[in-house]
């Protein structure tokens, strides 16, 4: 359960009252109160036993609870997979690592489907058996492609959409209709190096640390909500190649621990940042 | 407030509840469920009015929450300073570490002494306008000095202890005295070099990372419990001289910060572990 | 070009002045000495013109540099890619990055084949199109295991070994076939917690970081020379599960590293060490 | 010795063969080649006989190698320690760090003198016997405090300026008398967050990671070359007092590195970027 609302006394005493009421046992709860401006986070996790009906659950603690603290709240339940869409270009890094962690269960996700904008990683789709669907995108049929991929994206019934090194800007439309749902992985630590080519920027600019960024697509390129970021040392000795292959494992790592946050409802959006419970 | 019991039912709630009926701000709460062993740790932070007695709070919270969970606890004020007592013999770089830190007030600890096995270091102590005690030890002295050093740390009402390098193995005796309050910096990632000279051992067997660690004291040398470690890179270009050089920064770091989660109240020893609240 | 042998006055100059008079043009050198014990290591890389004998630059350099300084040395050329046999149990983790870096470019290597004492990781092998041999290991069948192993490698002209999370300890034999070419990685931050179930060590112990450590196959177990370790830091907060799978990255990247220096002989072994050049 | 010149062939041939013929012992030789610029840099160390007179050494190494590559090339004898000027105002962590480095001798300089434009700090200078100039600096007097500045800078024969968290900018006229030889901390992590109060701007931003950059000064703002830089992560919980707080083990540590490497004459700048020697 996720809960945000006005940093207020007794939230806490409240919500633990009520699932202890309703025979819970609490197994985490984290909270975190914005002192500055007032306001009040929370996540929890709790076993309930199997006679509970959920929607009961969610009816009661709507009326008992939430409407007295005027609470935003979300109460997830374990039962299913989200379901992932990987859009991707020509690197193949991200995919591969992606489809890997997939396929042993590492990342707790389904891939119903991956969109191209170019045909070149299709081998990959196929390796692990997942749909590929290359979809071209030019300025002039770049409307009917996004029309394209939302209709795909509903067929499959997608929770959320994964750009594993997209080389494409997607479009207010597609981010209107998953808003805080579409996961980006920029390979610089922003907001050093935004656009394009951040790693010829890097090393034009002498740096002796890159980086590599994951956060929440909004309109503003690069300027979404940051889930994680990670950086590695380099040096002089370093060329432009040298730095493409060392951030590769940082864009690897980034995304995943972004994806795996998100999956397992780890992540809450305020603001332009993001709250992460452990 | 520290809290350690039994994990149960309806914890959470009624500690909150508590504090809620004595018209308490709760600005911090973070808990801990060692499931495997179905163990209960919790830390909180509250504002009290301050017509509220802090005695009256004690007596209450034991009669109508304690009792029940069967809990430990402990409740602080942030009213003074802890009084760190320190220990050094012929090493300076975490001496002048942690006498610039509380100088600046980047520790909240008072040091009302630095005792020593050696006279080096007085003048760093009189920099800093420390007290500065030479007691030697030999192995004939050594209960002599101990008796020494124990009667100047009630003297000064020392609350902890922090061997910063002291080069002598404390005695049963004192660590009785001073059980979990007496914090060691190790000069290598734990469990690996145990004992003396960790970085020779280190540099012979060739690995590529260094560390350190900062632990509580028990009898069992180095192995106490482990409050902070960290590490940084090493390669065959560095010698040993290199490996001390580059490991002070770690000790440096790494024991400043276990002395910082002491004093905050913000650790708890489990078993031979901590656990170490944000 | 590596280069060992006792330092000496003019190594460097009767070197480069080698390289120099066969028209090379030296694009990296670097070098090491072990003032200790009086050892020069050197590696160096030239591009020489299309029209020179490589066998004659060796003839020649071993008659009039090599022998001067009683040099052991190796001339490599960049022709073709290393072959790299990969043995696996059960542990897939690693498997799938390898293959999935070696498809890519990003590793240049080759697989000819994967062995494995257990049949789980055959569909891994084939989505990736590469032979696999389930080679089954009892304690009575595994002299006659080795055999057909040892057979295998030598058919697919295999340069080197690497234990992929490979739950078999190595024989002596096979150590001896492939000295210093046999690369394991080992789930702790050696010498810590060497042996079986490192995580369990881990978490028993309560460290605050735990690491990857990936080392030359020796006869004595996890003693062998360190080429590659990294770290990543843990809490109280995390059951075993937790480290395992934060390991999992640990173990990719480091054994990936280590794989990439290897396959760019940037590694020389030197008594239980190893030199790692940039 | 520090070398830089175009690129050609038998530099280090020639240039090793003449410490060779000089019947000096080469203890270290890094070298770099930008291969897309074409530009060739060296440092090396090396032992010569008492008997050698440094300035022929300087004379033969002119006219006998340097001449015929046209290099630029500087040689340092190790004869003495350099002179390195601090400029302070309010912020004392980094201070009194770097006084206790060199105090211990983990620094190789002398300070010969502290210049603030705030009073403040006068008790560091004084507990550490370093003789402090207090200069106050307003729009109106900043030219002619800057004269008294370089006045004292002279008078103490300064080889190098620290700027350990000096709230001013230094003048063009400061800067040309002394190119790449001030350096500064910026407690950010460049080209992210430049300017004033880095850490707010991060944490507005959201990041999850900060830095520090320790770069030589130039006339643009937190644009010099890069000497080093370090990161450390953060989250949602941290506040801006915890970025400031992290932030100054960071700073203390990334100033006291890029302050070490260039005491070593381990650093060269080239175009806006520097290059770093082991």
Redesign the interface.
């Known amino acids: 359960m996720l809960i945000h609302c006005r940093d207020q006394?007794?939230i806490?005493?409240q919500v633990?009252?009520f699932f202890?009421s309703a025979d819970g046992?609490?197994?985490y709860?984290?909270?975190?109160?914005d002192?500055e401006n007032n306001e009040f986070f929370m996540r929890l996790e709790c076993e309930l036993p199997e006679t509970v009906l959920i929607d009961t659950v969610r009816r009661d603690f709507e009326d008992k609870v939430a409407t007295k603290f005027n609470m935003l709240w979300k109460l997830y339940t374990r039962s299913r997979n989200l379901k992932m869409a990987l859009f991707v270009s020509k690197y193949?890094?991200c995919l591969?690592?992606l489809l890997?962690?997939c396929?042993?269960g590492?990342l707790k996700v389904d891939i119903p489907l991956i969109i191209s904008n170019h045909d070149d990683l299709r081998i990959a789709a196929e390796?692990?058996g997942i749909p590929f669907y290359h979809i071209p995108v030019t300025a002039a049929t770049k409307p009917e492609a996004e029309e394209q991929q939302l209709r795909l994206l509903e067929e499959h019934s997608v929770d959320f959409i994964v750009l594993a090194r997209y080389m494409q800007i997607v479009s207010p439309k597609v981010i209107g209709r998953y808003p805080n749902k579409i996961i980006n992985i920029h390979h610089s630590?922003?907001?050093?190096?935004p656009g394009a080519k951040p790693y010829h920027s890097a090393f034009s600019?002498?740096?002796?640390?890159i980086?590599a960024t994951s956060h929440y697509v909004t309109e503003e390129l690069d300027e979404g909500?940051?889930?994680?970021?990670?950086?590695i040392r380099v040096?002089?000795?370093h060329?432009i190649d040298d730095f493409i292959?060392k951030g590769?494992?940082l864009e690897r790592?980034v995304l995943?621990r972004a994806i795996k946050l998100h999956a397992e409802r780890k992540t809450m959006v305020y603001?332009?940042?993001?709250?992460?419970f452990?």
């Open positions: 006394k007794g806490i005493a633990t009252a202890l046992n609490i197994v709860i984290d909270q975190y109160v002192r193949e890094h591969y690592d890997s962690r396929s042993v590492e390796r692990f630590f922003l907001p050093a190096f600019r002498g740096v002796k640390i980086g909500p940051i889930i994680e970021q990670d950086t040096s002089h000795v060329s292959m590769k494992d790592i995943s603001g332009n940042k993001t709250i992460i452990s």
